[in-house]
């Protein structure tokens, strides 16, 4: 059971939703890749009889790995003291500047989070993905949400004032939070966040995969860009098929004809 602490707004103005969630716990790449070259490192000051302190190895190259200019200094220390090359194990800069859709790095392959998304931004770039056009059609009304809720199984709360336009939201567990009126396209959304929450139990597909992103929103946190690639499958099947094939085939698979049939009615 996720406990909601705080709000968190998402969401610049003008866009899809919000979510109310504890901050995103992502599992640290650095210490993934930096344990992982570690052991090599290790086995070798080992072999060469040089007994070191493994801590402070890591600890150093914790510091450079923040910003590897402004902690140049501890590259030196790093090579000085424990002939430790620290470009041998950093590509970060690489994967960046020169983004290969034939071969797509992972999260591990980075020595932190943010360098991670710059490069997911860029290989989004790279796709040249055309913007993806919301549909125009007359906001859906409450009752009609409640009536397809009751078919998918989440809650539906109406707000009682008129906060956020036409958006919607969910609350990281079963409840998708709406105007009296909702737009299509942000509802369908926020299905895609319950539908990502309550049917990917352990499930780590392309589709919620940050360098599969269909769109530029929300590129930095795989919970959008999945409700981003949900809601795509639906509105626009032929931009996802030719850019993205392995994301709509995914989705394909995995989206349940219950879901298929009652969004697919709500675009009508
Ligand atoms: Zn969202």
Known sequence: MKVMTNIRRLLKPNKICYIQSPIFIKKNPMRVKISESIGNIIKRLNETNQISD???????????ALDPI????YIKTLKNKYNVDFYSIYNDEEYINNPNLEDIKNQNDFLNFDNYVKY?????NKRHIPKIKHINRK??????????????????????????????SFNMIDT?????????????????????????????????????????????????????????????PDILKSKLPIVYNELNQRIPN???????????
């Open 70 to 73: 402004k902690y140049s200094k």
């Open 139 to 168: 906001p859906i009304s409450s009752d009609e949400v409640k009536k397809i809720s009751e078919e998918l199984g989440f809650n539906v709360k109406v707000k009682d004032e008129f906060v956020n336009g036409y958006y919607a």
């Open 176 to 236: 998708i939070t709406i105007p009296s009126n909702v737009d299509v396209n942000f509802l369908i959304h926020e299905i895609g966040h319950f539908f990502d929450y309550n049917y990917s139990n352990g499930y780590d597909g392309v589709a919620n995969t940050i360098t599969f992103a269909s769109s530029s929103y929300g590129i930095g946190n795989r919970d959008e860009v999945f409700a981003e690639n949900f809601l795509h499958y639906f509105i626009a």
């Open 258 to 268: 219950k879901f298929k049939t009652l969004i697919t009615d709500l675009l009508k």
């Open 120 to 124: 997911a931004k860029n290989i989004f």
């Open 54 to 64: 493994n801590e402070e190895i890591q600890q150093l190259i914790d510091i450079i």
